[in-house]
């Protein structure tokens, strides 16, 4: 991990630049250039833009980058495979993931490897942890490519949501919505069933309009994700594609009949 400091006017700008990255690309200036740029091709989301961050929502530009340009005095980055937390590590600052993915596990009591979920840029990791009485992190956090964090102080970030009630607003929707997530989570983890597990998570990610999805991870790291063997996952994916219920194509995945997968 290297960091790089600043502390001028136009810090931002020359932190970024160290990294190969603009201030305009961040923050969403010159959207087509950064697209061409920096991806190759268009996304709907390029997850490598300031105004993309849920936390940034219904914010104006010149409010993205008076954000940055009075909050961010550190720039982090990381290879892939780096570990950037442990589970237990006190949350010292917002750590604003602007570019790259992380993969977030836990080890639980019986020492396996509990994989949580795929976070890609723009976010900031544990929001819902920042500000707790047992502020630290409730998981590891692993590079999945090489990433680079925006490190802004909490009571900067606190300072700025007490002013703005928008950036509140977003923060507190954010959090619920990770409530939710994680909630559904351990529902899914409590089913007995594998291929229950599978159809409650082939159904969150698809909708009956928009049938099919690519999936973020490898086999390996899906049977982690739901606790079981790599061998038990590929004989229930199969037996689910063979019935007619989905269609597999290397990481695609399409729903054929809904309604089989609904009555599992």
Known sequence: MDNQKGLSHDHLARLLKEYNISHDYLTGHNHEHAHNQHTGQHHEHSGQQLSYCPLFRNMS????????????????????????????????????LVKGSVRTEMITMEGNILDIDIMEAVIPLAPSFIYGEKNRYPVDVIAVEPC?????????????????????????????????????????ISLKSLRKKLATFLLDKTTAENNSFNLKRSRTQLAEFFGVQRQSLARSLKEMEVEGIIKLDGRNVKIIDRNKLIRE
């Open 148 to 188: 680079i964090f925006l490190k802004i102080s909490k009571e900067a970030w606190l300072d700025e949501m007490a002013n703005n009630k928008q950036l509140l607003t977003n923060f507190l929707t954010m959090n619920a919505d990770l409530t939710l997530y994680l909630t559904n989570k351990l529902q899914m």
């Open 61 to 96: 530009q010149a409010e993205h980058d008076e954000f940055l340009d009075r909050n961010v005095k550190e720039v982090l980055t990381y290879k892939k495979g780096e570990t950037i937390a442990l589970q237990g590590d006190p949350i010292s600052s917002v750590m604003l």
